[in-house]
């Protein structure tokens, strides 16, 4: 049974920074695309950042890129979102995600993915 377990979350000042963490279990993610999605209050569920288990390869959304860093540790099955020069937009609810390599799909679309995690909240005040 696949499990994304995300911890991390909590509340912070704006220009501040939280890292969020996603322990992932129940099968072998090595040729996966492991991704951070966030959705704020009567909005979307939006992409964030994905890292290409196997190579390490990243991407970014336009809105946090130069702020947030996404890594994983292999041995630990982990990934990580390191959140630096948070801004009160960043609220929102961080999930987790996993899916098999997908030729042709955007991995911006949240419907594409194959596994979740419970979200954790982020909160970022003024």
């Known amino acids: 049974q696949v499990q994304l377990v995300e911890s991390g979350g909590g509340l912070v000042q704006a220009g501040g920074s939280l890292r969020l963490s996603c322990a992932a279990s129940g099968r072998t993610f090595s040729n996966y695309l492991l991704a951070w999605f966030r959705q704020a209050p009567g909005k979307e569920r939006e992409f964030v950042a994905a890292?290409?288990?196997?190579?390490?390869?990243?991407y970014y959304a336009d809105s946090v890129k130069g702020r947030f860093t996404i890594s994983r540790d292999n041995a630990q099955n982990t990934i990580y979102l390191h959140m630096n020069s948070l801004k009160p937009e960043d609220t929102a609810i961080y999930y987790c995600?996993?899916?098999?390599?997908?030729?042709?799909?955007?991995?911006?679309?949240?419907?594409?993915?194959?596994?979740w995690g419970q979200g954790t909240q982020v909160t970022v005040s003024s």
């Open positions: 995600a996993a899916r098999r390599p997908l030729s042709g799909v955007s991995y911006y679309t949240p419907g594409s993915y194959d596994y």
């Open positions: 890292i290409r288990w196997s190579n390490g390869i990243t």
